[in-house]
C-alpha cells in the first residue's frame, strides 16, 4: 500500500516587535497565553497537523522576529510562502502604520509577484483586551484595499484565533485544490469608502460645521441638506459599516444645534 501523503503548507508571521506574532501562534498551537514578553531571536520554527476541510496537513509555522535588527535573518524564509499573518496591535499606533512597511519587505524578497498574487494573508488586529488607539474600520479598510482578509483577535483570551487560523489554511488548501492559483478573496465588506470617510468625518472633526461639511456661513437650508445627505449614507437601519450608530447620533446633534445657530 502507498505511504499517504501528507500535503505541507508553510505560514510565516509577520509585525512588528512585541505585537503578539508569538502568542498567537502559541494560542493556536498550544492554547495558551504567556503574560511575559521573550523576544523572538532571528526566527522560531514550528510544525503542527491540522485537519482541514478533512484533510490531514502538516503545517510549518516561520515565526519571525519583529524587531529591524532581525532582519538579515528573517529575509531569506519569505519564498515559498503559501499564507502569511500580518499582526498589529490594536493599542499602538505605530504598529498599524508599519503594516506597509512589511508589506514592503515581503514584495522585495518574494520578488515574484504572481507567488505573492496567490499569498493568503490575513490582517490580524490583535490585544484587543486592550484600549485601544486604532478602530475597527481602519484596520478593515486597509485590509480589504489590499484583498486580505481581517480578523480582530486577543491572544490573551483566545478570541478569534481559530477563526483566523482556519481561514488562513483553508484558503491555502484552495489554492493548492486549484493548481496553485488563488480564488478570488470574497472581502464583501456591505459598505463603502464613503460611508467610511463620514463615519470617520463625523467622529474627528472639531466643530459641528466640520462634521456637516459646512461653513460658518450656512443657511438652515445647507444644513438640512448637507444632513439629508449623510443621513442616507449613515442610517442605522440601512448601513451596516461600523461606527454607523455613533456616526448617526452625532450627526442628529450636529444638525440640532446648528439650526439654532442659523
Ligand atoms: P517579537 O518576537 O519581538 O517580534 O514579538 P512578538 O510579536 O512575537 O510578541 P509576543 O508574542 O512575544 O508578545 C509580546 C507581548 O505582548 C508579551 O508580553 C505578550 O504577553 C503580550 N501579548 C501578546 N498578545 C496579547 C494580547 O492579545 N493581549 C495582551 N494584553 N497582551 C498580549
Ligand atoms: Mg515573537
Known amino acids: 500500500m502507498k505511504p499517504k501523503v501528507i500535503p505541507r503548507v508553510k505560514i510565516i508571521s509577520m509585525g512588528n516587535a512585541e505585537v503578539g506574532k508569538s502568542c498567537i501562534i502559541k494560542r493556536y ?7 511575559k514578553y521573550l523576544a523572538t531571536i532571528g526566527i522560531d520554527y514550528g510544525v503542527t497537523r491540522v485537519t482541514i476541510k478533512d484533510k490531514e496537513v502538516k503545517v510549518n509555522i516561520f515565526d519571525m522576529a519583529g524587531h529591524p535588527i532581525f532582519y ?30 512589511w508589506m514592503n519587505e515581503m514584495k522585495s524578497e518574494i520578488g515574484n509577484h504572481g507567488d505573492m498574487d496567490n499569498m493568503i494573508v490575513c490582517v490580524c488586529a490583535n490585544k484587543i483586551d486592550k484600549k485601544r488607539v486604532v478602530d ?12 486580505y482578509h481581517y480578523f480582530e483577535t486577543s491572544a490573551q483570551s483566545g478570541e478569534g484565533v481559530n477563526e483566523l487560523f482556519k481561514t488562513l489554511l483553508e484558503g491555502v488548501i484552495n489554492t493548492i485544490d486549484n493548481g496553485g492559483q488563488k480564488l478570488p478573496t470574497v472581502t464583501q465588506l456591505g459598505y463603502s469608502k464613503e460611508q467610511i470617510d463620514a463615519i470617520q ?19 438652515k437650508d445647507d444644513v438640512n441638506k448637507a444632513y439629508r445627505k449623510l443621513a442616507v449614507l449613515l442610517h442605522p437601519d440601512k448601513s451596516v459599516a461600523p461606527g454607523s450608530e455613533e456616526a448617526f447620533k452625532l450627526l442628529v446633534a450636529a444638525r440640532t444645534n446648528l439650526l439654532k445657530r442659523c
Open 29 to 35: 498551537c498550544e492554547k495558551r497565553f504567556v503574560n
Open 136 to 147: 475597527e474600520v481602519e484596520g478593515r479598510l486597509w485590509a480589504s484595499s489590499h484583498g
Open 72 to 101: 538579515e535573518v528573517r529575509n531569506e524564509f519569505y519564498r515559498d510562502t503559501q499564507g502569511a499573518i500580518l499582526i498589529y496591535d490594536v493599542s499602538e499606533r505605530s504598529s498599524f502604520t508599519a503594516l506597509d512597511d
Open 201 to 219: 468625518r463625523l467622529k474627528n472633526s472639531k466643530s459641528d460645521y466640520e462634521r456637516l461639511g459646512l461653513t460658518t456661513s450656512a443657511t
